[in-house]
């Protein structure tokens, strides 16, 4: 999903920047805040971190016959909401842009956009509207979380190419074709990432669960019931 | 064997399966690397067919696809260490919790 130094044109990479930095700031407030409240939820916070780091690097093979890779934001979206998450993911990308020469500074907004933002936005809508209904256990919504994250992720993505590079003046046929790229190859990925952050989080529950009690994620009768599995 | 071990060797299974299954079944489209290429650089290369020239080039490049390699390698090892390093002292904590 990211896209390349140089290949957007400059209002657009304005444009996004300038629908991104506000989010990423208000992200950092909320997390200097959540924090000083509670240091136990930083280990938690780092992991999540971490597992941006981890799955937006590696490069897996998809149906498509190109590689792709997932984006790991799925999992701090469900725990911590999408306002955390976009300063997580921002610091991937940062990574990414200036020491692998992977997306670029001046796409960073949009990259944040697309990845960082708009998919941990609409995936923790999707993780809380599961968890209201009380009937979907935290695996389940997780993996579900994770996999809307990505899809979402690549389609903002084709969305953003499209609007800039509209094909023959048409903004829907451009979008169909960055989409046959992107989204196509994504769906194997994204079920690949919601199966390994559904196991994460479910064994998160079983060795540390009062973070995520805390977060308000968990009740203690579920607790229960994954612990167990474990005994 | 309890639910949890299961889950996860079923886990890493399908994800094996998945991988490996793409790999044999669908034809690369082309000789060694090509046919596996980024999606990222296959969107730029149809920007490239527009006819579009990129306006700013990375800072900073890396000399070649192994030491690209090498940092992708980095970023993995860095999130690999935070993660083991947290998934093994929660878990060590628990064991001495339920020990006492």
């Not at chain 1, 799925?74 to 300063?87: C, H, K, Q």
């Not at chain 1, 669960?209 to 994620?217: C, F, R, S, T, W």
Request: glycine fraction near 12%; include cysteine; hydrophobic fraction near 55%.
């Amino acid at each position: 999903m990211h896209i390349m130094e140089g290949y957007l044109p400059i209002e657009w990479c304005v444009l996004w920047a300038l629908l991104s930095a506000p989010c990423v700031m208000y992200g950092l407030w909320r997390m200097k805040q959540m924090i000083q409240q509670d240091r136990r939820v930083l280990p938690l916070m780092a992991v999540c971190g971490a597992f941006v780091f981890v799955l937006s690097a590696l490069k897996i093979p998809s149906v498509t016959g190109s590689c792709s890779h997932p984006t790991g934001t799925g999992l701090s979206a469900a725990f911590f909401g999408p306002w955390i998450t976009s300063v997580l993911g921002t610091i991937v990308l940062v990574f990414q842009a200036i020491l692998l020469a992977h997306g670029g500074l001046t796409t960073l907004g949009a990259n944040v956009f697309s990845m960082a933002i708009a998919g941990p936005f609409v995936a923790w809508i999707v993780f809380v509207g599961l968890r209201k209904t009380g009937k979907v256990g935290l695996g389940l919504a997780v993996f579900v979380t994770a996999a809307v994250a990505n899809l979402v992720t690549y389609t903002v993505t084709s969305l953003q190419l499209a609007l800039a590079f509209p094909a023959d003046g048409s903004i829907l046929s451009a979008f169909i074709a960055f989409a046959a790229i992107f989204a196509v190859t994504q769906i194997p990925l994204a079920i690949i990432e919601g199966i390994i952050c559904g196991l994460v989080a479910k064994y998160i529950v079983r060795v540390k669960p009062d973070i995520l009690k805390g977060l308000g994620v968990i009740g203690d009768e579920e607790i229960a019931k994954i612990q167990g599995e474990a005994a | 064997m309890n639910r949890a071990t299961l889950e996860i060797i079923l886990g890493i299974a399908v994800i094996v399966i998945f991988v490996v299954g793409t790999l044999m079944l669908i034809p690369s489209g082309g000789e060694g690397e090509e046919g596996w290429g980024g999606a990222d650089g296959g969107a730029a290369d149809m920007i490239d067919s527009t006819g579009y020239e990129p306006w700013f080039n990375p800072i900073w490049e890396p000399p070649s696809g192994e030491i690209e390699s090498l940092f992708f390698c980095v970023q993995t090892a860095i999130g690999a260490i935070i993660v083991g390093y947290f998934f093994g002292y929660w878990r060590g904590a628990k064991g001495r919790k339920e020990s006492e």
